[in-house]
């Protein structure tokens, strides 16, 4: 694997678009997958809770469903474990160790269960002395650590930020855990929460984060709840201007896990979700319970006409046009001069209300000028046709729920 400095000489010279990214060959598009946190936390009680406790028997359910229900093929690949994994001490020689109870196989035969069905597989650290929830932490120990899930197969790694002493070594700690996975050899996507903790202290620096980080969190976790997403894109949105130019190829901005699937969204919500992570070109990592989900939400998640504006091979992350009359409307540039266009109804009363789509609010680059196709991708597909250059769209958007359209 390539080291942290070639890869910030390689990217100067060639001079790539936005930011070169943490260049380990690793994320060229939004990393796809699956982590337990958000729908099942930190359940560690087996005998009360056997299915949904946080133990090797989840995760191998988990890894059969996203093989047999369609998932790999969607393009999810990466089965991740957040925190509460962990034994709460490390064994003799300083090495980590997962609670022997709960994972009696250890993380090594999980990793070679999950890569004999063609997944990948996500652990979870963090850079402090303990994770969040009061697990052994990787400080003073990243070069151990890192070595520890190379040796055992591990492709991603959440490095969370919770009791850090000091900025200094909250930076330091995230940058020489970077260096010391590429050491490794092996190739592990690195998936920061960097910013999350040190915006708290200063103004962060998203170019020295996307040299180091594949991925990063910027804002608090998220909830199974319309009030929670509506959070996080609205903080995505007041900073746009510092988050959307550090994402690219390689290095990508994390609004958090896709909730669909799960209690708190309506189906208009969950809509909403799926348009503006795509937009966003956000990781698309679902908390959910792949073993009991509903078929309209499955297939919201694996449409394959969205997912590809996530994926699109451009990679440039989308941002907000204007915000009026209680609508939103997003863009996200595509490969070869299309455009991907999202409009949000935030009003929360009354019925269907209409939304002007017009040419004049869209980007520039748009490649089309005589005949634009445009087609409706969410909530249903429809094919709109070919419009002239001028042309002004009336769009039908539902209280809370989102028309996304693509542009060719
Ligand atoms: C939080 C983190 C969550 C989850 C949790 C685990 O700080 O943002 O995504 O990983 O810790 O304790």
Same mark, same amino acid.
């Given at each position: 694997?390539?080291?942290?400095?070639?890869?910030?000489?390689?990217?100067?010279?060639?001079?790539?678009?936005?930011?070169?990214?943490?260049?380990?060959?690793?994320?060229?598009?939004?990393?796809?997958?699956?982590?337990?946190?958000?729908?099942?936390?930190?359940?560690?009680?087996?005998?009360?809770?056997?299915?949904?406790?946080?133990?090797?028997?989840?995760?191998?359910?988990?890894?059969?469903?996203?093989?047999?229900?369609?998932?790999?093929?969607?393009?999810?690949?990466?089965?991740?474990?957040?925190?509460?994994?962990?034994?709460?001490?490390?064994?003799?020689?300083?090495?980590? #160790?997962?609670? @022997?109870?709960?994972? $009696? *196989?250890?993380?090594?035969?999980?990793?070679?269960? !999950?890569?004999?069905?063609?997944? %990948?597989?996500?652990?979870?650290?963090?850079?402090?002395?303990?994770?969040?929830?009061?697990?052994?932490?990787?400080?003073?120990?990243?070069?151990?650590?890192?070595?520890?899930?190379?040796?055992?197969?591990?492709?991603?790694?959440?490095?969370?930020?919770?009791?850090?002493?000091?900025?200094?070594?909250?930076?330091?700690?995230?940058?020489?855990?970077?260096?010391?996975?590429?050491?490794?050899?092996?190739?592990?996507?690195?998936?920061?929460?960097?910013?999350?903790?040190?915006?708290?202290?200063?103004?962060?620096?998203?170019?020295?984060?996307?040299?180091?980080?594949?991925?990063?969190?910027?804002?608090?976790?998220?909830?199974?709840?319309?009030?929670?997403?509506?959070?996080?894109?609205?903080?995505?949105?007041?900073?746009?201007? #510092?988050?959307? @130019?550090?994402?690219? $190829? *390689?290095?990508?901005?994390?609004?958090?896990?896709? !909730?669909?699937?799960?209690?708190? %969204?309506?189906?208009?919500?969950?809509?909403?979700?799926?348009?503006?992570?795509?937009?966003?070109?956000?990781?698309?990592?679902?908390?959910?319970?792949?073993?009991?989900?509903?078929?309209?939400?499955?297939?919201?998640?694996?449409?394959?006409?969205?997912?590809?504006?996530?994926?699109?091979?451009?990679?440039?992350?989308?941002?907000?046009?204007?915000?009026?009359?209680?609508?939103?409307?997003?863009?996200?540039?595509?490969?070869?001069?299309?455009?991907?266009?999202?409009?949000?109804?935030?009003?929360?009363?009354?019925?269907?209300?209409?939304?002007?789509?017009?040419?004049?609010?869209?980007?520039?680059?748009?490649?089309?000028?005589?005949?634009?196709?445009?087609?409706?991708?969410?909530?249903?597909?429809?094919?709109?046709?070919?419009?002239?250059?001028?042309?002004?769209? $009336?769009?039908?958007?539902?209280?809370?729920?989102?028309?996304?359209?693509?542009?060719?």
């Amino acid at each position: 694997m390539l080291g942290v400095w070639w890869a910030l000489a390689a990217g100067a010279l060639l001079c790539l678009p936005g930011a070169p990214g943490l260049n380990n060959g690793l994320a060229l598009s939004p990393p796809m997958g699956w982590l337990h946190w958000e729908r099942f936390m930190c359940e560690t009680d087996c005998e009360k809770n056997p299915s949904s406790c946080i133990s090797e028997q989840l995760f191998m359910q988990m890894a059969d469903m996203m093989v047999s229900n369609g998932w790999l093929k969607a393009g999810y690949k990466y089965l991740c474990i957040d925190d509460c994994w962990l034994a709460t001490e490390r064994d003799d020689n300083n090495r980590l #160790q997962a609670d @022997p109870t709960r994972f $009696p *196989g250890g993380i090594k035969k999980l990793a070679d269960y !999950v890569h004999a069905r063609g997944l %990948l597989l996500g652990i979870y650290q963090d850079v402090g002395k303990q994770t969040c929830a009061g697990y052994p932490g990787s400080l003073g120990f990243y070069e151990l650590d890192a070595q520890t899930f190379a040796d055992w197969g591990v492709d991603l790694l959440k490095f969370d930020g919770c009791n850090y002493e000091s900025l200094e070594q909250l930076e330091d700690g995230y940058r020489r855990m970077s260096i010391a996975l590429n050491h490794t050899g092996r190739h592990i996507l690195y998936s920061c929460e960097w910013p999350l903790y040190a915006r708290h202290l200063s103004k962060v620096n998203y170019t020295e984060v996307a040299e180091y980080c594949n991925s990063w969190r910027n804002f608090d976790d998220i909830q199974d709840s319309w009030t929670s997403l509506k959070y996080v894109i609205d903080f995505t949105a007041a900073f746009q201007d #510092q988050l959307v @130019p550090a994402a690219g $190829p *390689g290095a990508w901005n994390d609004p958090d896990m896709l !909730v669909i699937g799960n209690f708190g %969204l309506s189906w208009a919500q969950e809509v909403t979700q799926m348009a503006l992570w795509s937009i966003m070109a956000a990781p698309l990592l679902m908390s959910n319970d792949l073993r009991n989900i509903n078929p309209r939400s499955q297939a919201l998640l694996q449409n394959q006409e969205v997912i590809a504006i996530n994926q699109d091979s451009l990679g440039a992350q989308g941002y907000r046009v204007l915000k009026a009359n209680s609508f939103e409307l997003w863009e996200k540039p595509l490969a070869g001069g299309s455009l991907a266009v999202s409009v949000t109804n935030r009003q929360e009363i009354g019925g269907a209300r209409e939304f002007l789509l017009s040419r004049s609010d869209l980007w520039k680059g748009l490649a089309c000028k005589e005949k634009c196709y445009l087609t409706q991708l969410l909530p249903t597909r429809y094919e709109y046709g070919s419009f002239n250059a001028s042309f002004c769209l $009336p769009l039908s958007v539902n209280p809370s729920s989102t028309v996304l359209v693509r542009v060719d």
